[in-house]
């Protein structure tokens, strides 16, 4: 069974940094051969998909963020990463990591977790 | 971006009674590219179907997809209580990929 966690901080001031880390269990980010994307939902509404990072560690991002965005990964720990930049309160939403993207559909997800931009 | 539309925005049933979910493309999309997800309050999304009608694992066949080019449909052939939730649909054939904006299926 695959099991994603996201794990990071809650609340980001604005200008700063929103870093999150998803742990994965049960699967190999770096020898599996998915994707792994970060998508988030503000609240109340929709899904956005934010990016992914493939097996081989090539990345592809929303272009609506890909000026702030960095998503990376660390193969010995089986964790992948992503860091937005220069928050604003639009960035505030409930963060979710998952397996795939691309061509692929997200077809495990972790559970997701708030974060709110607030000075 | 492609823009994804789905309709109706809420949907008012009883249990027992059919669901049809609609889901539209601003442009045409490969059927191997259209995804629905399932989200109940506080939880993860779930993916149900893939490829326009290929059920995910564990997924029951009162749920069915089907569609191509610009328009597709999620169908709940009869709705059991535990389908009351809310239905995304997803485009991943064209970057970036994209989602409906969601039905609410509801208790009538």
């Known amino acids: 069974q695959v099991l994603l966690q996201e794990s990071g901080p809650g609340l980001v001031k604005p200008s700063q940094t929103l870093s999150l880390t998803c742990t994965v269990s049960?699967?190999?980010?770096?020898?599996?051969?998915?994707?792994w994307s970060w998508v988030r939902q503000h609240p109340g509404e929709g899904l956005e998909w934010i990016g992914y990072i493939y097996y081989r560690g090539t990345t592809n991002y929303n272009p609506s963020l890909k000026s702030r965005l960095t998503i990376s990964m660390d193969a010995s720990n089986n964790h992948f990463s992503l860091k937005l930049r220069f928050v604003t309160a639009a960035d505030t939403a409930l963060y979710y990591c998952?397996?795939?993207?691309?061509?692929?559909?997200?077809?495990?997800w972790g559970q997701g977790t708030l974060v709110t931009v607030s000075s | 971006e492609v823009v994804v539309t789905q309709s109706p925005g809420t949907l008012s049933l009883s249990p027992g009674d059919r669901a049809t979910l609609s889901c539209r493309a601003s442009?045409?999309?490969?059927?191997?590219?259209l995804a629905w997800y399932q989200q109940k309050p506080g939880q993860a999304p779930r993916l149900l179907i893939s490829?326009?009608?290929n059920r995910a694992t564990g997924i029951p066949d009162r749920f069915s997809g089907s569609g191509s080019g610009t328009d597709f449909i999620l169908t709940i052939s009869r709705l059991e209580p535990e389908d009351f939730a809310v239905y995304f649909c997803?485009?991943?054939?064209?970057?970036?990929?994209?989602f409906g904006q969601g039905t609410k299926v509801e208790i009538k």
């Open positions: 442009q045409s999309i490969s059927s191997s590219y």
């Open positions: 998952a397996r795939g993207g691309g061509y692929d559909v997200l077809d495990y």
């Open positions: 490829g326009t009608s």
């Open positions: 049960g699967d190999s980010i770096s020898s599996g051969g998915y994707y």
């Open positions: 997803q485009q991943h054939g064209i970057s970036p990929p994209t």
